[in-house]
């Protein structure tokens, strides 16, 4: 068989990587890709907005999977003309993926499911919304554009003043354009955050193991928000006892919801939970894998990822044997270019690729790579995702800052406390 993946982050590098160990598929094609999925896979020189062009190939080549990973084509309908055109997609519809495509809409399906999470208010004026937020204590609110927005249409605010300016920048002055004609305004939760991913086909789950994101960008989750500086997986905060309520309370009832509302949910639903005093709440929902989650999780991962996505697209995974899983825990550290998440210049050559390689149970994710002149330099902002497994989460920590200390580029930055908050809360 042989496999499409679509995109060009360290999540498709993770998930190519892990679906060309799999007995079945004998090639794997990345679209676009990078320096990286160069190395292990195919890269096709067509971007993951174009829609048309990947379907075409994917005819073209008799794709047996397409594996989307970002959340703009998924958004877009790409899953949908995937299977117009017979091939078969691991990934929600159009209509599905709407869950995180307008969060107003995501909001609406927690609502009538009863499913835990923030009071909210839903604006379309600034003057509307400026209006009743002076009605209210002044205290921390979350702003959030309804639409995409590259992961930057959420503004936490300390205050009331701030609210308003977030108002402003998103309603008025359209800092996010057509995903910022509507926005919701919600308490702000207070705990510890969570990444639960799961694996639906519509009907069935099979939840994937426990993460936690580094949003910030410096250590100790100072700094501005960034689309995440490293992950490690298990998250020891979610016990056994606090998964299966985040099942009964948040997965079942969201596959549920979609089901009758006649959007049925394929592919993989990522809950963003708040772990706060009163139980856990939903923060948000992606469509995708987390990027950097994917790579600690799908490190650990033992089991045939291309028959469980596959199983997914076949609407049977109720087939499926239980996941396997390596018991020894994972990290990632992503390695960023100077500047990030502002700026930055791209073109800096990459050096101690092979030296960190050489490390056993290491594996370097490129992100923000390509090739010039034969010669892998930085292209995007978060560039690596330097992944190990360990015995326990310390060892597997010191085994990926070993490999990180290995790896040097101009400018090239990382935190240094990757995972320690997982042995703070112990």
Avoid at 70 to 87: K, N, T, Y
Avoid at 104 to 133: C, H, Y
Avoid at 262 to 273: E, K
Wanted: overall charge negative; hydrophobic content about 40%.
């Amino acid at each position: 068989m042989k496999v499409l993946v679509v995109g060009q982050g360290g999540r498709e590098h993770a998930l190519l990587w892990k679906l060309k160990q799999s007995p079945s598929v004998d090639e794997v094609f990345c679209a676009p890709g990078n320096a990286g999925t160069a190395a292990d896979g195919l890269n096709v020189d067509i971007s993951d907005s174009d829609v048309a062009g990947l379907v075409k190939f994917a005819v073209r080549e008799q794709i047996g999977l397409a594996v989307v990973g970002p959340e703009v084509p998924l958004c877009a309908g790409i899953v949908d003309a995937f299977e117009r055109a017979g091939v078969k997609a691991f990934g929600p519809s159009k209509a599905a993926a709407q869950l995180e495509g307008s969060k107003i809409f995501a909001k609406q399906v927690m609502r009538r499911a009863n499913i835990p999470t923030a009071s909210v208010e839903i604006f379309d004026r600034a003057e509307e919304a400026i209006g009743w937020l002076s009605k209210q204590e002044d205290q921390p609110w979350v702003v959030k554009a309804d639409g995409l927005a590259a992961g930057k249409g959420a503004i936490v605010c300390a205050n009331r003043e701030e609210a308003v300016d977030a108002i402003t920048l998103i309603l008025t002055q359209r800092a996010f354009g057509d995903a910022g004609k509507q926005l919701i305004i919600e308490e702000c939760l207070v705990g510890e955050e969570a990444s639960i991913l799961a694996i639906v086909d519509g009907t069935t789950i099979v939840p994937l193991e426990t993460s936690q994101d580094h949003k910030r960008a410096y250590d100790n989750d100072e700094g501005p928000n960034t689309g995440g500086m490293g992950a490690y997986c298990p998250a020891p905060l979610v016990t056994p006892e606090m998964m299966e309520t985040i099942l009964q309370k948040v997965l079942l009832p969201t596959v549920h919801a979609m089901h009758t509302a006649d959007t049925p949910f394929r592919g993989i639903l990522y809950a963003g939970i708040m772990l706060t005093d009163t139980g856990p709440k939903v923060l948000e929902y992606n469509v995708r894998f987390g990027d950097p989650e994917a790579q600690p999780v799908l490190m650990r991962l033992k089991s045939d990822l291309a028959q469980v996505l596959l199983a997914a697209a076949d609407h049977r995974l109720e087939e499926i044997e239980p996941l396997e899983w390596d018991p020894r825990p994972a990290i990632c550290v992503v390695m960023a270019s100077e500047g990030y998440p502002g700026s930055y210049e791209k073109g800096r050559a990459i050096a101690g690729l092979d030296a960190a390689a050489e490390l056993g149970d290491v594996k370097v994710f490129h992100a923000g790579t390509s090739l010039k002149s034969g010669k892998v330099v930085n292209n995007g902002g978060r560039v690596l995702g330097v992944t190990a497994l360990g015995d326990d989460l310390p060892a597997a920590k010191a085994r990926a800052y070993e490999a990180v200390r290995r790896i040097q580029w101009n400018g090239g930055w990382y935190r240094s406390d990757i995972s320690d908050k997982a042995t703070t809360n112990d």
